[in-house]
């Protein structure tokens, strides 16, 4: 916990007359609630919304709301990525060192190693600050795994200290089964304020069931980071406050007439660092490795030429995108995109529509030594559409195993 945080704090202790100790505990309390390091800019926010909330309700003794921290937002997605586990990624690493070495798994901190006494009890070991400890515990925490072999391990938090400098408060303790995460890039205003682009962030389960279409007017509740670039889903207040600008009334309060923006110009305006040729694709991707991950997107645009409407064994669709202004090469495939659209971008267009797509690129080299690029969709626009979703691929034979 740094200085600044700490002297919020204090100023909260002595603005709600309670002791130090007791607000670092509410404090503590509250970042946890919210899955926030204690580190976390976001968690002052958090902080300053309690501290305010006791204050009005110490003076007028009344029950007070837990939304005056968020901002109603008008806008559009411009990308919304699928859902997704971000202590996957952890928890494999901790499996596959274990299988390979289980004794510097343990010893690096990757892993607490679990075995059952002749009492029916569990003896935990793991290495913290140092120092080997155990502790006798009646049953496993969920996130315990076993693996083939019947050894029993626990995948821990690993990370002592984060880059800035603050302390991880989870280090040693076992890490979650999951933590879904939504990311994505939104364009629009905060309670009235100027239009702009935002990244978004949402957390926990409430972020699954979180899927406005991309390029559609919402409206929802969200709070604005302290630098206004970030904004962040929250309990279930975001989820519940999400509302499609086309179905509401249009003599109501919140509907905003949106006949008067051109979302092709404002992707111009606002993203054009991203926005790049289909026919460049390739190099764009090289160019971006060096960025940071939440800015390695593309946007760029073409002709769809097929479509496989099959998901494939992660549920994607397959569209094929030409850039029929570019120079065509017929010594290989380079000049046509595959592009991966996942399960909730409905695909209700046809052969030689016009789209806009937005997503992460990807590159593959094949036996041959080609090297192809392709896109992992997260929002789709079309801007000229031609016919229906229909499917040209090649035959596949059916499987007569008597023939």
């Not at 090469?329 to 046509?336: A, H, K, L, T, V």
Request: glycine share 8%.
């Amino acid at each position: 916990m740094n200085e600044k945080i700490e002297a919020e704090i204090k100023k909260g202790a002595t603005f709600l007359g309670i002791t130090e100790d007791e607000a670092k505990e509410k404090f503590s309390a509250i970042c946890a609630d919210n899955s926030l390091e204690t580190t976390d800019g976001l968690a002052i926010g958090l902080w300053r919304s309690y501290v305010m909330q006791q204050r009005r309700s110490q003076s007028s003794n009344k029950p007070q709301s837990n939304d005056s921290l968020f901002k109603s937002l008008f806008g559009f997605f411009v990308s919304l990525e699928q859902p997704r586990d971000m202590m996957s990624w952890n928890r494999n690493r901790a499996r596959e060192e274990f299988i390979r070495d289980s004794d510097n798994a343990l010893e690096t901190g990757l892993v607490a190693t679990a075995t059952e006494n002749a009492l029916g009890k569990w003896v935990i070991t793991r290495y913290h600050h140092g120092n080997h400890e155990e502790k006798t515990v009646s049953n496993l925490p969920a996130g315990a795994e076993q693996t083939e072999d019947g050894s029993w391990y626990i995948p821990l938090d690993s990370i002592a200290t984060y880059n800035n400098g603050g302390g991880n408060k989870n280090y040693g303790k076992p890490l979650p089964v999951e933590e879904m995460r939504r990311a994505g890039i939104f364009y629009g205003s905060a309670d009235g304020g100027d239009m702009k682009p935002y990244f978004f962030s949402y957390k926990k389960q409430h972020c699954v069931e979180f899927s406005p279409n991309t390029f559609e007017f919402v409206h929802f509740s969200a709070i604005v980071s302290e630098d206004g670039t970030n904004i962040y889903g929250a309990t279930d207040t975001t989820l519940k406050s999400l509302k499609s600008n086309e179905d509401l009334d249009p003599n109501g309060d919140d509907y905003r007439d949106t006949s008067n923006f051109n979302v092709e110009s404002i992707l111009q305006q606002h993203f054009s660092s991203n926005i790049t040729y289909l026919s460049d694709l390739g190099d764009y991707h090289i160019r971006m490795q060096g960025q940071n991950a939440k800015e390695r997107y593309v946007i760029t645009d073409g002709t769809v030429v097929n479509i496989n409407n099959q998901p494939t064994a992660n549920g994607n669709r397959i569209i094929n995108l030409n850039d029929l202004n570019a120079e065509f090469s017929y010594d290989g495939d380079d000049s046509i995109v595959t592009a991966w659209i996942p399960s909730d971008i409905e695909i209700d267009f046809g052969i030689g529509s016009s789209v806009i797509i937005v997503g992460r690129t990807s590159q593959r080299t094949d036996d041959d030594g080609y090297t192809s690029t392709s896109v992992n969709v997260t929002g789709l626009l079309v801007t000229d559409r031609r016919g229906s979703s229909v499917e040209i691929t090649e035959v596949i034979e059916e499987n007569y195993d008597w023939f």
